[in-house]
């Protein structure tokens, strides 16, 4: 057989904590560290412990040359070897290891800059009650905010004292300024109420819709959307969690931006409630699409009752096609998301609802329902939108009052 390593390989020094009695008996306070290597490799569900042994190793290894494996046997012994090639970090040429060779082989296919990809696989979530936890280490207010980090860097940036400033002249109010200053993040959605289908439709039209085409060059088409895209490329594709809308039943859908249709999407509610069994409490009385709008958005129910959820999951290949194994591409797609985020939360406020983005989300929950992968179209974040409830049970930031009291 011939190997060679993964695509991408980065290998982190950790410092791992655990609990040991004896250090506690000992007149400590038994917790105890150690380094322990990690090996990340983005096609991998998640990163592998490795020993030294399996450094250096993998340090020889080329991701591009294939070499042969008896050399290697010989040197670092065949459990060594299987383990690595089990785990997916060396990549064999033979049948057995058709699995991790295909994961790999799809990777390389994305063009993806090797830090992006490390940084992207890492940050992904599953199963966490973020809002729960926030909540329990007493961090959900300014106040706890406050008292455990202290005073945060100061609101306005002062360069010091400077020999002359050059006041600017202020502007007079347009309806945009308007439009700009009643936008403020929903955390109370009318959950008794369902949202008209028109707009929906409207939100969806406005911010995801191709509002243009060009031929590019042949089987090269782009098109024109109301917000910017790095190279006109927009990669970003739209997941909707639909809860509650007129006309549409509850369920899982992909927008078609060409032809502005809703593609239904199956909902597999047994694999979506196969991970609520650590959260119990938060899953009793909830459908799967409940389950789901909840562990979407890390546990925060104020987002999860929205009545639609957008999910924003790049095509990644479609932007590495041109920005090629490139430093800025990711930052690009995310940035792109930005745009489109902000063109959301004005449509929806130009039409009265309520709307939010968060990024503190469950990433491989949500591919799973959706059927995605991280490295090929991973989510970046999650909006959503709705009808505003009338009365404000989780608190929203509103100091000018343009939103809060509700006004009939
Ligand atoms: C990228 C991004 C992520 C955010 N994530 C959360 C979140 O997880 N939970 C939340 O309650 N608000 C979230 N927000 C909303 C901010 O808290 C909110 O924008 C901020 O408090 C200012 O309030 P405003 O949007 O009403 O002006 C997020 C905002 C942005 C731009």
Redesign the pocket.
């Known amino acids: 057989m011939r190997i060679r390593r993964c695509a991408v390989l980065w290998l982190e020094p950790r410092e791992v904590a655990h609990f040991e009695l004896e250090a506690l008996l000992g007149g400590g306070t038994g917790v105890v560290s150690n380094m322990q290597w990690y090996a990340h490799a983005p096609q991998l569900e998640a990163p592998q412990p490795v020993d030294v042994q399996d450094v250096t190793l993998l340090g020889e290894m080329s991701p591009s040359d294939w070499i042969d494996d008896v050399p290697l046997y010989e040197r670092f012994g065949a459990q060594r070897l299987l383990t690595l090639l089990q785990a997916g970090l060396l990549i064999g040429d033979s049948e057995d290891c058709a699995g991790q060779r295909q994961a790999d082989e799809h990777f390389r296919a994305q063009h993806w800059y090797g830090l992006s990809s490390v940084w992207h696989a890492a940050s992904r979530w599953q199963g966490l009650d973020?809002a729960g936890e926030v909540a329990e280490a007493g961090m959900d207010t300014a106040l706890g905010l406050r008292t455990r980090y202290g005073a945060p860097p100061p609101m306005l940036h002062d360069r010091g004292e400077a020999a002359e400033r050059i006041p600017l002249p202020r502007s007079t109010h347009t309806p945009l300024d308007e439009l700009l200053d009643a936008?403020?993040?929903c955390?109370n959605f009318d959950t008794s109420n369902t949202l008209p289908q028109a707009q929906f439709a409207h939100t969806l039209e406005r911010v995801f819709g191709a509002r243009g085409q060009v031929h590019a060059a042949e089987d090269f088409d782009v098109l024109k959307k109301t917000s910017p895209s790095g190279g006109a490329l927009h990669p970003t594709e739209a997941y909707l969690i639909v809860r509650r809308v007129e006309g549409v039943a509850p369920g899982l859908y992909h927008y078609r931006a060409g032809d502005h249709a809703l593609q239904p999407l199956g909902l597999d509610a047994d694999a979506v409630m196969a991970g609520a069994e650590k959260h119990v409490d938060n899953a009793k009385d909830k459908s799967a699409l409940d389950y789901l709008a909840w562990i979407a958005?890390?546990g925060?129910q104020?987002?999860a009752d929205a009545h639609v959820l957008v999910v924003m999951a790049p095509r990644f290949a479609r932007n590495f096609w041109k920005y090629r194994n490139h430093a800025k591409a990711y930052r690009v797609a995310i940035l792109d998301v930005?745009h489109l985020?902000q063109t959301l939360l004005l449509t929806a406020t130009e039409l009265g609802l309520g709307s939010?983005?968060?990024?503190?989300i469950n990433e491989v929950d949500i591919e799973r329902a959706f059927g995605l992968t991280g490295y090929v179209d991973g989510p970046l974040?999650v909006c959503g939108f709705g009808v505003r409830a009338d009365t404000m049970v989780t608190s929203?930031?509103?100091p000018n009052r343009k939103v809060w009291p509700r006004r009939g």
């Open positions: 973020a936008r403020n993040s955390r958005v890390g925060q104020w987002f930005g985020s939010f983005i968060t990024a503190a974040a929203e930031f509103d």
